[in-house]
């Protein structure tokens, strides 16, 4: 379409003979080249996905990727997941545009549907390659970042309501539009040219990631948990880390999984490595590793342990803050909703540990669940019912639920956005223990009938409970859908336990 706007199309073009055979006739292929209008800019919508690879080849990749056009048979997929050479990347394509044509060329969308890390360097990436073209004298006039606000059902072309975001520039799940680390580097290369990041001292997956090779459909976990044969194994060399405390936690190991996969270097340690409750051992830590964030799991505990450790949670929280302002660096914290009181009121320790400085992010989850290998409450349900087992789950409790994974890497983003304050993080509305295990059982094919709803107090739970454990998401629904999260989550369990699995979960 380009060449005929241009006038380049002729009998020499390697499309004429094409035009032709479908029925233009040539005078009105002629008119293109006699009243050519080229176009004052031309813009260049470059994706990861944009450079494709086709292979003739089929037998070599997984079914999902096979492909044609009517005569020929091939597999059409994204280069950066098969070409061990990688992509070309936005400045070749640019350049050939500019000297094809000879006009003026633009970004005119740059976005990376992804994790916040990889949004950041995809744009960065294309930025610097619009420098280096403006070096050498080509007509770049502008790099553009799409979408500012956002999009909703994106990943499936707008097909179905899947109830699927993912931020732009700005975050609009909340009342207010909410900036985003994107924004922020918007803002600093529009004004200085430059953005710096510790996020950015490591390329984008599509530079880190190995080529397919496996011609098996991919069976991709929602998350992994590492349990890492050493710090070292976390560690990306000549990078400041992040310190995640609290290592032996199952919340440290998610949270070392997911940066560790988003190519953040991190330092994971456990409470024998540093007693975050003993000041001296925090300030050892930092002139150690010499953090750029600090993310504190350590006090992250089951419902029964949080209400017990109340004090000590708070104590810990106050020394890592303290510190990480001398520093000058984030802090993450997490708080139980197992001991806020009625709606999702703080009591007075926990009031004191949301009074730290204003840098510090803190966020409440709900009650966690998933993913499929971890000893939940969730997954150890299911695998009793899957032995035809009853499970007695209280039918008169309602929380707020939390997967995993969703919520790992919701904090993960925050924490890049450089937010603060207190953020609610759960999925959906409330539920119970026993409708929620009812539904991941329906899921999974297993029968609902053997959850049994129980008053709570008949469990006989370690420690009390608050009857509603459901606060307030007053800053934006952030996480997906529980019904979602849930269909995940049964994905990976059915994967877990049959090897014939091939069931297809939607939205």
């Known amino acids: 379409s380009w060449d005929l706007l241009c006038g380049r199309v002729d009998s020499h073009h390697s499309m004429w003979s094409y035009l032709r055979w479908v ?13 050519a209008c080229p176009p004052d ?5 470059y994706y990861v996905t944009s450079e494709r690879f086709l292979d003739e080849n089929r037998s070599a990749h997984p079914q999902e990727s096979l492909g044609g056009n009517g005569r020929d048979r091939y597999v059409d997929v994204a280069a950066a997941r098969i070409r061990p050479e990688g992509l070309f ?4 394509i640019l350049r050939e545009a500019a000297e094809r044509y000879d006009v003026p060329v633009a970004v005119t969308e740059a976005h990376l549907g992804c994790t916040r890390e990889e949004q950041l360097r995809w744009f960065m990436e294309t930025w610097r390659a619009a420098k280096v073209l403006r070096g050498e004298g080509l007509d770049l006039l502008a790099v553009t970042a799409w979408s500012l606000l956002g999009t909703f059902g994106w990943d499936n072309l707008v097909t179905n309501d899947s109830g699927a975001y993912e931020p732009g520039a700005f975050d609009v799940r909340g ?3 909410r900036q985003t680390a994107l924004a922020a580097m918007l803002r600093a290369l529009a004004a200085q040219g430059d953005f710096r990041h510790p996020v950015l001292s490591v390329p984008g997956w599509w530079h880190r990631s190995s080529p397919v090779t496996s011609s098996a459909p991919s069976r991709r976990r929602s998350i992994e948990i590492v349990r890492a044969s050493s710090d070292k194994d976390l560690i990306l060399e000549e990078t400041r880390p992040l310190l995640i405390t609290g290592g032996a936690g199952r919340l440290a190991q998610g949270f070392a999984s997911a940066v560790r996969v988003r190519g953040i270097a991190a330092r994971v340690l456990s409470p024998l490595d540093l007693d975050v409750t003993d000041e001296q051992s925090v300030i050892a830590a930092f002139r150690k590793f010499h953090p750029w964030a600090v993310v504190d799991c350590a006090g992250f505990s089951p419902a029964e342990e949080a209400i017990r450790k109340v004090q000590e949670n708070v104590t810990a929280v106050n020394i890592l803050d303290k510190q990480c302002t001398a520093h000058d660096i984030q802090l993450v914290t997490f708080l139980s909703d197992a001991i806020f009181g009625p709606k999702g009121s703080a009591c007075p320790e926990e009031e004191e540990a949301l009074d730290v400085e204003k840098h510090t992010l803190k966020v409440r989850s709900g009650e966690i669940f ?8 969730l997954g150890v349900a299911l695998e009793m019912i899957a032995r035809g087992n009853h499970v007695q789950m209280a039918e008169d409790r309602t929380y707020a639920a939390s997967f995993l994974p969703d919520f790992v890497s919701a904090t993960r983003d925050l924490l890049i956005d450089a937010e603060t304050g207190v953020w609610n993080l759960s999925s959906g509305d409330p539920t119970t223990p026993a409708a929620l295990v009812r539904a991941a059982a329906t899921l999974v094919g297993l029968d609902p009938g053997l959850v049994k709803g129980v008053p709570a ?16 998401k007053s800053r934006g629904e952030i996480l997906p859908p529980l019904q979602n999260a849930l269909c995940r989550s049964a994905r990976d369990w059915i994967f877990a336990h049959r090897a014939d699995a091939h069931i297809a979960f939607g939205s």
């Open 23 to 35: 029925g233009i006739e040539e005078r009105s292929l002629a008119l293109f080249r006699e009243e």
């Open 41 to 45: 800019v031309i813009g260049v919508n």
């Open 89 to 92: 990347g936005p400045g070749q």
């Open 175 to 177: 009342d207010q539009p």
């Open 370 to 377: 998933g993913p499929a290998d971890t000893d939940d409450f």
């Open 457 to 472: 107090w008949s469990l006989d739970a370690r420690a009390p409970r608050p009857q509603f454990r459901a606060p307030t």
